[in-house]
């Protein structure tokens, strides 16, 4: 079983940025796929990033490529998400998500969640 807790969430001006970490409950964090998705009221949850089980591979949607970046320390078992250049509709509660799979964008891949965390950004 993986835990996951996710940190960080918080209210921002647009252009601020924000840091998410994720620290993850398990031994076998290195064969994991991580992942944060956000969840905006009334939509759907959407994929926002995710990271290879080494860090080396990164991936991101469209709508935050080259604003934000992930990564993974393995020897703490966490995964940050870095925000930067925020927008109103970044607003969302972000999840981190953990795969056993080899993954990338579906939700559904990912059988371990956290809590999630609320990010808002104002005008």
């Known amino acids: 079983q993986v835990q996951l807790v996710e940190t960080g969430g918080g209210l921002v001006q647009a252009g601020d940025s924000l840091r998410l970490t994720c620290s993850a409950s398990?031994?076998?964090?290195?064969?994991?796929?991580m992942a944060w998705f956000r969840q905006a009221p009334g939509e759907e949850r959407a994929f926002v990033a995710a990271?290879?089980?080494?860090?080396?591979?990164?991936y991101y949607a469209d709508s935050v490529e080259g604003r934000f970046t992930i990564s993974r320390d393995n020897g703490k078992n966490m995964v940050s998400l870095q925000m930067n250049s925020l927008k109103p509709e970044d607003a969302a509660v972000y999840y981190c998500?953990?795969?056993?799979?080899?993954?990338?964008?579906?939700?559904?891949?990912?059988?371990?969640w956290g809590q999630g965390t609320q990010v808002t950004v104002s005008s």
């Open positions: 998500a953990a795969s056993s799979q080899i993954v990338v964008k579906l939700a559904q891949k990912y059988e371990y």
């Open positions: 398990t031994r076998s964090f290195t064969n994991l796929m």
């Open positions: 990271v290879g089980r080494s860090g080396g591979a990164t």
